[in-house]
């Protein structure tokens, strides 16, 4: 696979994204397309979640397995579940875009978080009515699920694709079909973790190489080695910094404004806190009140698209991480100054 190759060797310019007012090409992932290239191959019997920390690339990842599923034999469709337009919402390669819409947009209007459980149903329906699947596959991927339709609906529409799966597609003669839902909402992951008509999937930050390709295209003068203490390799953490002249004290302050405020909020104590700075795997309980937060992740090492690094300097243990070494290190700052 050509794609693959790219990767492998560093990035693929052939995938642009506008960062910062000019074209950064994509990089790195090439383990984690490689999976999720595999998965889609036959029909994967349950829909799949990708969860990670927020800004780690989970949109970019899926947006660009679209791209190229959808120039293989794949209609291949991308829904924003957050958009307000459908336009805006749908990105859909292997058919006629335009004779879509035009059918969703009579049916449905442009309300679309409040819809978009309604919306994938019907998108499903009327591309299967428009193809003839026999020896063809569908990749269909929706981000941003359960934010747009709220963690009381997690359960039941998770159970609506799954099911879908299950007695739908097989009637179609679809061969290949996968199903990827995205969430960086830490609750939302903990609802599907207790079923079995869901598989959970960590995606991690860029690893060290990927993010040095990253590094370059934004700016080739810094080092991307001090970045990566800095951030851990999230990606959108490293785009804050160049948008701020690479000034580290001037992002933090940013974050340390809201995570204090965060923290002020919810009555955790602070020993318990300051025990998982030390070590993110000590007290999972409290942990797990902190992924609430957005301030730790639960990693699942098992089923990670990702290789997750173990490196407590950068706050990341076994089963629990920091969001980023950044989020990290503000607690610490903010528990130092109320000790
Ligand atoms: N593989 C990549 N190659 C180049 N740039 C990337 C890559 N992954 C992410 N980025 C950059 O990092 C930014 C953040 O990534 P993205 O929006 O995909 O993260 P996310 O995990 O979907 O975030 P959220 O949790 O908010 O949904 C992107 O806008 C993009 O500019
Ligand atoms: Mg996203």
């Keep these: 696979m050509v794609e693959v190759l790219l990767l492998a060797l560093g990035m693929d310019c052939s995938f642009r994204i506008w960062v910062l007012g000019k074209e950064v090409c ?99 329906e009327e591309v299967l009515a428009r193809l003839r699947f026999f020896g063809r596959g569908l990749f269909l991927a929706v981000d941003d699920v359960y934010k ?28 290949n079909l996968l199903i990827v839902l995205t969430t960086s909402e830490g609750v939302s992951k903990r609802i599907l973790a207790r079923h079995t008509y869901v598989e959970i999937y960590t995606l991690w930050n860029l690893d060290p190489a990927g993010f040095a390709e990253l590094v370059e295209q934004l700016d080739p003068r810094r080092r991307p080695e001090d970045l990566y203490i800095v951030t851990g390799g999230n990606p959108r953490l490293a785009i804050e910094l160049a948008r701020y002249g690479w000034d580290v004290e001037k992002v933090k302050k940013l974050y340390s404004e809201r995570i204090r405020s965060t923290l002020r909020m919810a009555s955790i104590d602070r020993d318990r806190i300051r025990a998982l700075v030390e070590d993110p795997d000590t007290d999972p309980q409290t942990a797990a009140k902190l992924e609430e937060l957005g301030l730790m992740i639960e990693l699942f090492r098992n089923a990670s698209l990702s290789p997750i690094p173990t490196d407590r300097d950068l706050g990341v243990g076994k089963e629990w991480a920091w969001q980023t070494p950044l989020h990290r290190n503000i607690v610490a700052e903010i528990l130092r100054e109320t000790s």
């Design 26 to 124: 994509f990089v790195g992932r090439w383990l984690e397309v490689s999976k999720l290239f595999e998965l889609a191959k036959g029909v994967h019997p349950v829909p799949i979640a990708i969860y990670g920390p927020e800004g780690c690339g989970k949109t970019t990842l899926v947006r660009y397995v679209v791209r190229r599923l959808g120039s293989r034999n794949y209609v291949a469709i991308y829904i924003d579940a957050l958009a307000s337009d459908l336009r805006d919402a749908l990105e859909v390669w292997g058919l006629d875009l335009e004779d879509l819409i035009e059918v969703l947009m009579r049916d449905l209007g442009f309300s679309l978080p409040s819809m978009v459980s309604k919306l994938v149903a019907r998108i499903v």
């Design 148 to 175: 747009a339709i709220g963690l009381e609906n997690v359960d039941r529409y998770t159970k609506m694709l799954y099911e879908w799966i299950a007695w739908r597609a097989p009637r179609y003669g679809i061969e």
